[in-house]
């Protein structure tokens, strides 16, 4: 196994992930729960940040698409999330981040995962944010 991050410390942990693809969401929840995570999925930013608020079950990271309907896009999501607890990492999945878009590209440098993505690209990106902690 290549991933520092062993099933035991995985089976602690829990990522929301937010997708407005049904397709999208089962795809990813099924990966990182056979990798040992605990998933929590929701369809829009607006039901992320629900769960986000009320704060049962604790969440240690969220995995969001940018472009979604409803009131809450994935930067807002984001947002809202960092204002209540600083220290979640929140990560970004996405087809459709132009590369023109200067102040996207500089949000998401560190944590954007781009669609179409492998099983294995997944977990070691939730990994590589959740190894050290």
């Known amino acids: ?9 995985r089976a602690g942990r829990t990522i929301l992930v937010v997708d407005d693809e049904a397709a999208i969401l089962d795809l990813v929840q099924r990966v990182l729960k056979h990798a040992g995570y605990n998933v929590i999925t929701s369809r829009s ?3 992320a940040w629900d769960v986000i ?8 990271l969220v995995l969001t698409d940018l472009v979604m309907p409803g009131s809450m896009d ?14 979640l990492p929140v990560l970004f999945m996405t087809g459709a981040v132009p590369e023109s878009d200067e102040k996207a590209a500089a949000r998401t440098k560190k944590g954007l995962l781009r669609k179409p993505f492998y099983a294995k690209a997944l977990v070691e990106f939730i990994d590589s944010q959740l190894g050290g902690s």
């Open 1 to 9: 196994m290549m991933s520092s991050v062993s099933q035991a410390k």
């Open 45 to 47: 930013g607006d039901g």
């Open 53 to 60: 608020e009320r704060g049962e079950p604790k969440v240690d």
């Open 74 to 87: 994935g930067f807002t999501l984001a947002d809202s999330a960092r204002r209540k607890y600083p220290k």
